[in-house]
């Protein structure tokens, strides 16, 4: 092979310094780049109509050879400026004759070239494949976030239908519903204070056998005192009475109209429940509702029994088997009143004869001695019965709603944030629809973006080799190394 067959090989990251160093440029070349650039800037206020010139300055960096290609267009559209030396008058042809030899003077292009070249293959298509690869990220991740989105709201209906069903509620009227469900509680409360006040008899047997047992030197401390007040005046004590040993001069039950008239503003259809008012048992015309932080008593009178009104407002306007507190006593009390009657009934049913022995010999009032284990069995089957419809969890619910119009409250705001959750999710899933649009979008400029520049980077890779090759008498020159990377696979 001729020498002037071999061919030249430059990496193209180093074919700037190749250039300088084989004084092809000089190492100050860019100084001249400036003047060259601001020509260009003016020169292209003024140009002729031309599909192909608008094509050439719509690239980000205009070079050399698109000047070429200019003065080459220049040629056809200004050819009626020669004049008769065969010179054009034309002032645009003049400007871009000059912008191209300045470019070839010390061989400016090539260096200007190089560099473009270099920022072509070291930042801009490696920015965009990483754009390109950014966005198909963005699409497939919020394509996945959709998925789970729709998942998500589609469990959140499911919870927030299930506490609905667990509560009993058509969800329509959170409010009004959950008021309803207390509705029967004041029967419910006589009924139990009914079978509270038929265990009398066994409260009375609990305290002669206290009585007899201490051999009349029992305490004077009452028994069972919440009991005794239930067994003796039903259902109608209040939690104030308990708590102060005295009867208030007003009751202020706690009111729920607040509660439904925010119903009435937050949901367009309002169930109607037979009556303009839920009825508590209490009497509307004195009811108030309270909605300070904490429930207070508002005692006007002192123990002293000076001038004014003891009031009973919150939850001490509850009766006894309503209030929270004093229901926890009814229960302990019962808990106290059945171990006392489980232990006689295992004195009366496991005697032995030891026992019988003492018994014979021993005179138990007819108080006591007369109680049968049938007897004890039928109280203790009913106190258990007591303590079971007090303890229900269901009923236990109901009890905090008809007491406390902020725990009605509470409960809604639970129940309406479970409700949200799924269009919450709904309104994310949008959002991932947008992201993909954008994502989408972004996607298909930047493959279109780096379609531009790898074609003009191939196309100013051919001319710079084609350019080097003129200065070694043709021999055939490859820019090799990032540049074949960077192209490939694009």
């Known amino acids: 092979m001729a020498a002037n067959d071999l061919p ?3 990496h193209s990251s180093k074919l700037l310094d190749w250039l300088v160093s084989r004084r092809h440029c000089n190492r100050d070349w860019q100084k001249n780049v400036v003047t060259i650039r601001e020509k260009i800037k003016h020169a292209i206020l003024d140009m002729p109509e031309s599909k192909e010139i608008v094509q050439l300055l719509q690239g980000s960096y205009i070079n050399y050879f698109h000047c070429v290609r200019i003065i080459e267009i220049l040629r056809d559209t200004e050819k009626d400026t020669k004049n008769f030396l065969g010179y054009y008058s034309s002032q645009r042809m003049k400007d871009w004759q000059e912008i191209e030899s300045l470019y070839k003077k010390d061989n400016v292009y090539l260096a200007e070239g190089a560099q473009v070249l270099q920022r072509l293959v070291q930042y801009e298509i490696p920015g965009l494949k990483k754009q390109i690869t950014k966005s198909d990220q963005a699409v497939t991740e919020s394509e996945k976030k959709f998925k789970d989105y729709g998942k998500q709201s589609e469990d959140s209906k499911k919870v927030y239908e299930k506490e609905l069903q667990r509560m009993s509620l058509q969800g329509k009227s959170l409010r009004a519903e959950l008021l309803s469900l207390a509705a029967d509680l004041p029967q419910f409360f006589e009924k139990i204070a009914s079978e509270v006040q038929n265990l009398s008899l066994a409260r ?96 006007v009178a002192d123990d002293t029994g000076a001038v004014g009104e003891s009031v009973a407002s919150g939850e001490d306007a509850l009766s006894l088997l309503e209030n929270s507190a004093s229901q926890k006593v009814v229960r302990d009390e019962l808990t106290e009143l059945l171990a006392f009657l489980t232990m006689r009934l295992d004195d009366e049913t496991r005697q032995t004869g030891a026992d019988l022995l003492i018994r014979g010999a021993e005179t138990r009032p007819d108080s006591i001695a007369k109680i049968s284990t049938e007897q004890l069995k039928d109280w203790i089957s009913l106190g258990n019965g007591i303590v079971s419809q007090l303890n229900n969890p269901q009923k236990n619910h109901l009890f905090k709603i008809r007491s406390s119009p902020q725990f009605v409250e509470s409960v809604v705001e639970d129940l309406e944030k479970k409700r949200n959750m799924e269009g919450r999710y709904k309104r994310m899933q949008e959002l991932m629809v947008e992201k993909q649009k954008e994502a989408r979008e972004t996607l298909a400029k930047s493959n279109e973006e780096l379609k531009r520049v790898v074609e003009s980077t191939r196309q100013l890779q051919k001319q710079m080799e084609s350019e080097i090759s003129k200065k070694y008498s043709g021999r055939p020159v490859n820019l090799m190394g990032g540049i074949n990377q960077a192209l490939a696979n694009v």
Do not use: C
């Not at 039950?253 to 509660?259: A, E, V």
């Open 204 to 299: 009375q047997h609990y305290g002669h056998f206290r009585d007899y047992m201490h051999q009349g030197k029992a305490s004077s401390i009452v028994i069972l005192p919440v009991l005794a007040l239930i067994m003796e005046r039903g259902v109608d004590v209040t939690a104030y009475e308990w708590k102060y040993g005295k009867k208030p001069d007003r009751v202020e039950k706690p009111n729920f109209d607040l509660l439904l008239k925010a119903d009435e503003k937050k949901e367009e259809d309002e169930i109607d429940f037979g009556d303009d008012e839920i009825d508590f048992g209490g009497d509307s015309a004195d009811v108030e509702i309270d909605f300070g932080e904490e429930v207070q008593i508002d005692v």
């Open 8 to 10: 030249i090989d430059i």
